[in-house]
């Protein structure tokens, strides 16, 4: 049949999902007989849960996969709409029964049933069984291609209680949170936001105490990257490069940056929901950490100026590490300091694509992004992401 497409992706998932549903009635049977006191009878249905869910997913996957097939020809689906105004006799028929003209129903099917039905006809029937004149107008204004009748409506409803019931379920049993013992936290960008501002002052005025007279443009330039090591490198270098008569050292800038270190403080803060985030967690009996590139120099007086050092069970900076993200280095010490085995049952929540879910993904970890851009599709892949810190508190934090 050359003609034809067949949706075996939507046929196969639909019978996953009735093999599942099958045996999800069977249990529901199978688990309110009880043989006495001593029943065991139970327990071949409880060992079948996974496989119950199981099927459903798969189900689940393949229709996914189908639905990634479908592509919508808009062009030809708006021609053959704005052909076809028969698409219009429901709204007719039911604005006739609301202004009360009896016979709008038969009207309707002796002219639309084995026949097609132009605009003129319509509009004739609109004329002789509408008396409302707003609502003849209303009427008139109509296009097949904009009539949804009462579809939106019910899509909402329906979302609305699919929502309700996924509230119910992630609760219970299938609650995430119930396989997760600890959640580490990437800082700069993450748990604080303003670093940015508070670098670029900071390497701003270590080149003006060294004279080394970096533009604005190019300390941003410098401070685009993610670890100090690298720009402090970078700008001695660059400086040298122009300047060979007048070398400095990275122990030179170094010096310089320990004495203006904490004078800019006052452009960092803590991100939106960041303590009560943290809060939840512990509440719940979750440990926390902070896995950085930030180094031991500046980061446990900020965490002091906030006030939240007692928050985290662990730290991992800069200086505890080889290798910064997105090498999972760090990330693995923060799980070996905590004496966690299983990576899958900890959650490590960055604001970078690729530093935090590169080094989370690798490891096996759960990985949250937080962040109110897009991600980019051919990025590594977060299990989840969120516009800031609350959904992670409430999602993990039970």
Do not use: C
Not at 153 to 167: D, F, G, H, M, N
Not at 333 to 358: A, H, M, T, W, Y
Request: proline share 5%; hydrophobic share 35%; glycine share 8%.
């Amino acid at each position: 049949m050359p003609h034809k497409i067949n949706p075996w992706f939507f046929e196969v998932g639909q019978g996953y999902f009735e093999q599942s549903s099958q045996e999800i009635d069977g249990a529901a049977n199978g688990l309110i007989p009880s043989a006495f006191e001593r029943d065991l009878t139970d327990h071949p249905w409880e060992r079948a849960y996974g496989e119950m869910l199981g099927k459903s997913l798969v189900g689940l996957s393949y229709i996914s996969e189908g639905l990634d097939t479908l592509r919508v020809d808009d062009e030809t689906a708006l021609r053959e709409l704005q052909a076809t105004p028969e698409i219009l006799s429901e709204a007719v028929q039911i604005a006739g029964r609301i202004a009360g003209a009896p016979n709008i129903y038969m009207t309707i099917k002796h002219v639309t049933r084995g026949r097609r039905l132009d605009r003129d006809t319509l509009s004739k029937i609109i004329e002789e069984n509408i008396p409302d004149e707003e609502l003849k107008q209303k009427l008139r204004d109509l296009k097949p291609e904009d009539y949804t009748g009462k579809a939106g409506e019910i899509a909402e409803r329906t979302v609305r209680k699919y929502k309700k019931l996924r509230s119910k379920v992630e609760k219970g049993v299938l609650d995430e949170a119930n396989g997760v013992d600890a959640v580490l936290f990437d800082f700069d960008g993450t748990l604080q936001v303003g670093e940015k501002e508070e670098l670029h002052a900071r390497l701003a005025e270590i080149s003006d105490r060294m004279g080394m007279g970096f533009s604005p443009e190019e300390i941003a330039e410098f401070g685009d990257r993610s670890d100090y090591r690298e720009m402090k490198q970078l700008m001695v270098n660059r400086y040298n490069l122009q300047h060979p008569e007048a070398q400095v050292t990275e122990d030179q800038f170094q010096e310089v940056n320990n004495q203006v270190s904490g004078t800019f403080d006052d452009r960092l803060r803590l991100a939106d929901g960041a303590v009560e985030t943290l809060e939840a967690l512990r509440a719940a009996g979750k440990k926390t950490g902070i896995i950085t590139t930030r180094g031991s120099n500046s980061l446990p007086r900020i965490l002091n100026n906030y006030g939240i050092t007692d928050l985290f069970d662990v730290i991992v900076n800069r200086d505890d590490v080889a290798r910064r993200k997105p090498h999972p280095e760090p990330v693995a010490i923060g799980l070996e300091k905590l004496g966690i085995s299983e990576p899958e049952r900890v959650v490590f929540v960055g604001d970078n694509q690729v530093d935090d879910v590169i080094a989370g993904n690798a490891l096996g970890v759960k990985t949250v992004i937080v962040s109110s851009e897009p991600l980019d599709p051919r990025g590594a892949n977060p299990t989840h992401h969120y516009d800031s810190l609350r959904p992670v508190g409430k999602r993990f934090g039970r």
